[in-house]
């Protein structure tokens, strides 16, 4: 696992395809008192918008607890 600005990552492999995927882990409370809920959410809409380019990571799926 690795450590950023906004949570952690860590790497697991798809149950049925066996890709290797990065799995990102945020803290909302941690988000909340930082104030940078607006800097998630702008990183989530950049990753939806370069889908497809090569060599760049691959948003599948977002969720919210």
Do not use: C, W, Y
């Not at 809409?45 to 969720?63: E, R, S, V, Y």
Request: hydrophobic residues 45%.
């Amino acid at each position: 696992s690795s450590s950023g600005a906004f949570g952690v990552v860590n790497l697991a492999r798809h149950k049925t395809t066996e890709d290797i995927v990065a799995i990102k882990s945020v803290d909302k409370q941690d988000l909340i008192r930082q104030n940078k809920q607006e800097s998630v959410m702008r990183e989530k809409a950049i990753l939806k918008q370069l889908t497809g380019l090569p060599f760049l990571i691959l948003l599948k799926q977002a969720f919210m607890d």
